[in-house]
């Protein structure tokens, strides 16, 4: 259960990135976001997600009530969810394996529980046999699979991945959001903010479109530009 | 806290010095460097002050009896002196123990030659006189003056104990003087090196924020991301404070010896004297700094 | 090189320091540190130098002529005296002058009180022999013992240049041995320093070395990556270098007099003594440090 | 004039990421080079500039000869070129302004020709409004513009772009690559590497495809899966 009212977010520099947003996306929905660059879609997932604070209205994500969430449990806020960073974000010194079982290991889960997974989500992006490599030894959208298994792998509630598909090839990309929708029939929520108009047109689902940090679509079964 | 994330704080710490080798041996060099030279400074100024010590028996005067004096008055001479401010031990030495004494001061050679021009013992039956403080030797020096009975041809006799003790007040303030510089240089170098260790610390945690910043991101707690960090301190901390003791066990014992030359030859303590107050202080230095400086300049970064 | 390029650079040097300010400052309070401690002790040292000469009246025996003796020997003892190894500078004093030297040593009131008590000049006439090297005093001593016409009651004679010999030696040996431990510490301590000083530079550096290769990325030629950098360490190296400045005037002005209570009485060396000295050494280490040791940890990068 | 000759590229972990290339680019060609996820395309444009040597073979890039160039020569080879990089590679403490401007300051360009030049790039990928950011005060596509901007400062004769769409939106997309179409006539050499199906079926272009570090079809006017 994710519910914006009113949310606005300036960033100190005063850049307004969103206005008056009002949005709410129920339990076990899949949800498209699209806009034109710098539309305020990342913002978005970074107010999720609790990276920045929203600056006026209320953000409500499962439980937890963003605008007065204290700051020793934004670590379990953060657990609800499973994120795919725009840029990766992965920690350049651990191996492509110890990326995706430290989030296991951050949440208490057992060295068996990790051993087990592991290897289970790297075989899931393709990556089996590149376990060992840093990120650095990666091509992008290695890098890009690593950060989505990273995401998937402690089975979150909500997923939110940004431009999952930006640098690997149209099969991969297919099959990336296949898999996510497979994930989304278990019930998990999934949001997924992307450009790829073939992708979205493609799926039917609903595509909330933002410019310039306001809705102005919000569609089930919707197109990339149908607005 | 689970005892396998125990285990993986532990393998993580050892695991983030050697992937971060660069920033690591920069932090555990500079701490070594510090306590080295801590530690040497602390090895020098206990050596000046044991020295120091060797140079006590400037606290005496030899107080000569005129030879007209009888036993009776000697005896009393003493009692008077025991009597005076300042005056911690007084010995009589007769005639014979006091030429004996002097002869002492000699090796055999000079002694050879000493004895020839003085065939015949000079010395007058005499007080030893052993007091406390020096600054307060020359109302001593007064006060035995005008006892009678002494040698009152104080020609000879009153510049003596004068000019000894002349010098002695000199070395005395001078090591006085010395002991405080030391202390005092010994305390900046403490500051200074504290200074040097945060700020090593706080550059590698700096440069590497960004792991920090992610772990956060993947909804890490606060104490998770310290831990290994607190770890890694700890191995920072115990391989600086090994390499400084390695490295002032060999100072101290072959080099310094041969740097110091001459003074040396009157005897460096030896070095067990210092062996478990430096294991100690390294330890202390380096655990301090590796955790305390570690989780301290991190907090800023646990704010994301 | 282009002049809009020197500019740039020099834009550029500033711009580098204010955006990686916390790299900056603790390199720039890293080095003020090192510069400190070395300027600290440099003065100590000096100030126990200077110290250490006032202490060189030590090197003086005073000769009795016996009373017997006649000019003509007198004057011929002098010229044996001054044909002496080891002997720098001999002076007669008659009787009274060296009443009046002796006296000069007391103040107004001790003066009084010694007189009082030594009604008549006690003194005969006198040689007063300052010689040059304390270790080789003792045959000194004892060939001016064997001159025929000085007092010869050496009981007293004896004992009085030899006890100040003794000190003296002591003094001495104390005085080369604490030289020669100052000299080696500030040699570690430069030596320590350098290295605390390159190493929190690599530091700098190396949190730095993304820029430096994405610069070569683009097409950048080595000389012009690393100017600003060395435009950077210039900065720094100034900068600290007046920071140390500054300190170490506070320090010795007005910190140092009290931390010495007592010794400090004596006298410090005013501060002008040390002032253009300091300067020169804390520029060339601060230079030294930031231009030398930034390029030099740069030249690894530059090979992307 | 590029030509590869044999080239192959094994990285020090024994990963071999290009084996017998033989390709040869005209002067003013425009050319797509497309391929799965890790088939080595990255590979190939940093053999271009040499980020990485060639492990074998011969490649020769304008006048000079890869294989055997100094090292001192290095920047004059990478002037030649202009490279937006898949990851960016941004100046992080120097302004949108700073990281465009930066690119000509190096080969000595006047502060006045700086001046001009800069602010009309900006506007060519619609950043004016930003140029006093710094890079992580930009989104995603924002950032990949100002790379663009960088990459086409100085007026290379050889383009290279890796995935300059990956994260702009459709519109966007086809305007950047009308772009690199129109620079192309100024007969400058083009080459992108790119994931997007539908640009390069529009574009009809050369297309050379790479698979597993071998090259499987080369053709003018291809489309993306023709192979
Ligand atoms: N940290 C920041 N400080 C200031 N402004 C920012 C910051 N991050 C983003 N912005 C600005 O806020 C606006 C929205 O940014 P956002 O990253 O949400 O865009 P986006 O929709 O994700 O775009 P893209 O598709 O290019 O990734 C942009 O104009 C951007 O320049
Ligand atoms: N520095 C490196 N060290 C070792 N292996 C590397 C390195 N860089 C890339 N690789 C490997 O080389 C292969 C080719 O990588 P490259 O980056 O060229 O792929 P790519 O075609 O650009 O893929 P993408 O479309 O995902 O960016 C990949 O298998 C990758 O894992
Ligand atoms: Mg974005
Ligand atoms: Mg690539």
């Known amino acids: 259960m994710i519910e914006f009212k009113n949310v606005s977010k300036t960033y100190p520099n005063g850049t307004v990135a969103l206005r008056n947003v009002n949005l709410s996306i129920a339990d076990g929905e899949f949800v498209f976001i699209v806009g034109h660059s710098g539309a305020g879609k990342t913002t978005l997932t970074k107010l999720l997600m609790r990276e920045e604070c929203i600056t006026s209205g209320s953000l409500r994500v499962n439980n937890y009530r963003l605008e007065k969430i204290r700051r020793s449990k934004v670590p379990y806020l953060r657990r609800e969810m499973g994120v795919v960073f725009q840029d990766f974000r992965l920690f350049d010194n651990m191996t492509v394996y110890e990326n995706v079982a430290f989030a296991m290991r951050v949440i208490g889960e057992s060295n068996r529980a990790i051993n087990k997974r592991v290897p289970y989500l790297l075989n899931l992006v393709n990556l089996a046999d590149k376990c060992d490599r840093f990120p650095h030894e990666l091509s992008g959208g290695e890098q890009q699979r690593v950060a989505f298994a990273r995401a998937l792998v402690n089975n979150p509630k909500i997923i939110i991945a940004d431009e999952p598909t930006g640098n690997v090839d149209p099969q991969m990309s297919l099959e990336i959001i296949d898999l996510l929708i497979r994930i989304n029939k278990l019930d998990k929520t999934v949001i997924v903010v992307t450009h790829e108009k073939s992708l979205v047109d493609y799926f039917k689902k609903r595509v909330v479109c933002i410019g310039d940090g306001c809705i102005v679509s919000d569609k089930i079964g919707g197109m990339y530009d149908a607005h | ?304």
Do not use: H
């Open chain 2, 1 to 304: 806290m689970r005892i396998s994330n125990i285990f993986y704080f532990i393998k993580q710490g050892f695991l983030g010095i050697i992937r971060n080798a660069v920033m690591s041996s920069a932090s555990i060099l500079i701490l070594a460097s510090s306590m080295l030279v801590l530690g040497t400074f602390w090895t020098v100024i206990a050596n000046i002050n044991s020295y120091m010590d060797s140079l006590d028996e400037l606290n005496v005067i030899l107080l000569y009896i005129a030879p007209e004096t009888d036993e009776a008055r000697t005896e009393q001479i003493g009692d008077e002196i025991r009597a005076m401010d300042n005056v911690t031990n007084v010995t009589f030495l007769s005639k014979e123990e006091a030429w004996e004494l002097e002869l002492q001061k000699y090796d055999e050679t000079q002694r050879a030659i000493f004895e020839q021009f003085v065939k015949l013992n000079p010395l007058p039956d005499t007080y030893k006189i052993e007091f406390a403080e020096i600054e307060k030797s020359t109302p001593l020096l007064f006060q035995l003056s005008s006892i009678e009975g002494i040698d009152l041809d104080l020609k000879e006799q009153g510049k003596n104990p004068k000019s000894v003790i002349d010098i002695a007040n000199k070395v005395e303030s001078f090591k006085n003087g010395i002991s405080m510089i030391c202390v005092w240089l010994l305390i900046i170098l403490l500051v200074v090196s504290f200074f040097v260790i945060m700020n090593t610390i706080r550059l590698t945690v700096f440069s590497r924020k960004q792991e920090i910043i992610i772990m956060r991101y993947v909804g890490a707690t606060s104490s998770f991301i310290v831990a290994p960090f607190v770890v890694e301190g700890i191995i920072i901390g115990v391989l600086s404070s090994a390499i400084a003791y390695g490295l002032q066990y060999y100072l101290y014992t072959y080099v310094m010896p041969d740097m110091l030359g001459n003074f040396a030859s009157t005897g460096l303590l030896p070095f067990s004297e210092f062996s478990r107050i430096l294991a100690i202080a390294f330890l202390t230095v380096g655990l301090f700094a590796g955790i305390v400086a570690s989780s301290m300049s991190m907090r800023k970064y646990l704010k994301a």
